[in-house]
């Protein structure tokens, strides 16, 4: 999947989170690391490594999540801020990797819990199609969930 199609992936998952937990700071909070950490796992195409391979296990999104948590506690000494840049990023991260199952290429999320590859194999990674109509659908359903919340009182 490419850059559109997992920022609408994780938009709608954000929509999701907002619709559950309202619209309030944490949730702002937790969804902006969502976006923010949605296409990271492919970080691995900039660095020139194997493309599908560590950055795209469910372990190391968790293990690059905690740690950025935590430097971001110890330069704000926000408890809060450990937790929702912890949780957004982890959300983001695993969305990216839930968005790739989805694709034709295999790899391995449960590395180094398991070597197995996994794929749902439902369409090519380019396919432009799917790409931008989950970046629209990722963009609809923001629109609708905070709807309410921009109507005039």
């Known amino acids: 999947m490419y850059s559109r199609g997992h920022i609408g992936l994780s938009l709608i998952i954000i929509s999701l989170l907002l619709k559950t ?7 702002l909070t937790i969804s902006t690391f969502v976006l923010l950490f949605s296409t990271f ?9 194997a493309h599908r391979g560590l950055s795209h296990s469910i372990f190391f999104s968790v293990l690059i999540a905690f740690l950025f948590s935590l430097i971001l506690y ?4 926000d408890q809060n801020l450990l937790f929702t840049s912890f949780t957004g990023s982890a959300i983001g991260m695993i969305s990216h990797i839930l968005g790739d199952l989805l694709t034709l290429m295999k790899f391995r999320p449960l590395w180094p819990l398991s070597k197995r590859t996994f794929s749902f194999g439902l369409f090519r990674s380019e396919n432009r199609i799917v790409n931008e109509g989950l970046f629209l659908a990722g963009l609809l359903s923001i629109f609708l969930s905070l709807r309410s919340f921009l109507q005039p009182f």
């Open 74 to 77: 110890r330069l704000s000494g």
């Open 41 to 49: 796992p492919d970080i691995d195409l900039k660095l020139g490594t």
């Open 21 to 27: 937990l309202g619209v309030n700071p944490d949730s």
